[in-house]
């Protein structure tokens, strides 16, 4: 007696599957096509589209007369930003931007220095924790703790009269420059709350570069007779660049975009953050707060170029 076996039976499902299978894996790309066609639709409708809608309304204008949009291309809007009032919020915000940029690099610096080079183990699992917990709390909750601190009845004015220091602290804040009767209403204060939120966004990438420095590079320094001024200009900072800069791309373009931290803390004198928000909600000007946000994009563009000529990429 002769046994034959049978082949099972192939369900619908196992043969659509199976030449599903076999196509995927002679035709790779087209798996990888599949794969990539919903995140590159939402990134190119979502976020490219909404850029190019912005660029699109900056180049209307608006009607001084009935307040409506006026859809026909012209320069007129951009001109707007060179007047004095406009140009000065941007000077003003690139300003801030710039020097809350150096402020983090120098905090920075050491702290990553020696994160890189002394701490081992457990001090560096401590180093980690330390400048990534800031990241972890609520971003308003941060802010809205530091207007506390700099309040004319905050802990910081307190120190200041137990030091017998409150008339040089009213001196600087009586300056034209500054003006207001408390940090959280100043300048000083907008900048003090960037430098402290934005700041684990550049120790990381500085850090991270310092690791990447030999030792030996250091080691020869000394051996050369190199003083430790000297090893630091010619040796560890052009090292340490890249990651200063990609450091200062976060740094730098948060603090462009941000209305959030001069609203709260600042004083009276805008920010092109708030410049598009009483733009587009107060005043209806759709097309300035276009042209107000298309000029930090500009800005960035351009540092980004310099930024990947300096090899900063390569620290991220």
């Not at 979502?46 to 307040?67: E, K, P, R, T, W």
């Not at 801030?96 to 001090?123: D, E, H, N, Q, S």
């Not at 700041?199 to 990438?205: D, F, G, T």
Request: positive net charge; hydrophobic residues 55%; charged residues 10%.
């Amino acid at each position: 007696m002769t046994m034959t076996a049978t082949k099972p039976a192939e369900t619908p499902a196992d043969g659509m599957l199976g030449r599903l299978s076999v196509t995927f894996w002679r035709r790779p790309k087209l798996l990888l096509t599949l794969m990539l066609a919903p995140p590159l639709l939402w990134l190119g409708i979502i976020y490219v589209g909404s850029l190019v809608a912005l660029l699109f309304q900056s180049f209307f204008s608006i009607d001084d007369f009935s307040g409506l949009v006026n859809y026909e291309l012209t320069l007129s809007t951009y001109a707007q930003l060179f007047r004095a009032s406009n140009f000065d919020i941007i000077v003003r915000t690139v300003t801030m931007a710039a020097l809350v940029t150096i402020a983090a690099a120098i905090i920075a610096f050491p702290i990553a220095y020696y994160a890189a080079r002394y701490a081992k183990g457990r001090w560096k699992a401590v180093f980690y924790l330390g400048a990534m917990l800031p990241l972890w709390s609520s971003y308003l909750v941060k802010i809205y703790a530091w207007k506390l601190v700099l309040a004319k009845e905050g802990i910081l004015n307190w120190l200041f009269a137990k030091l017998n220091l409150s008339w040089l602290l009213d001196a600087y804040l009586s300056m034209p420059v500054i003006g207001g009767n408390s940090l959280s209403v100043s300048s000083t204060g907008t900048f003090i709350v960037f430098v402290y939120v934005w700041l684990p966004y550049m120790i990381l990438p500085v850090q991270a570069a310092l690791e990447r420095v030999p030792s030996n590079l250091i080691e020869a320094s000394y051996d050369l007779g190199g003083a430790p001024g000297q090893t630091f200009r010619h040796v560890l900072f052009p090292l340490a660049l890249p990651g200063i800069i990609a450091g200062s791309i976060f740094t730098f373009s948060l603090t462009l975009g941000d209305y959030i931290i001069p609203g709260i803390i600042g004083s009276s004198r805008l920010f092109i953050g708030q410049a598009v928000y009483t733009q587009q909600g107060t005043a209806g000007n759709i097309p300035l707060a276009a042209a107000f946000s298309v000029v930090p994009i500009i800005i960035m563009a351009f540092y980004l170029w310099v930024a990947k000529k300096k090899g900063a990429f390569d620290a991220l």
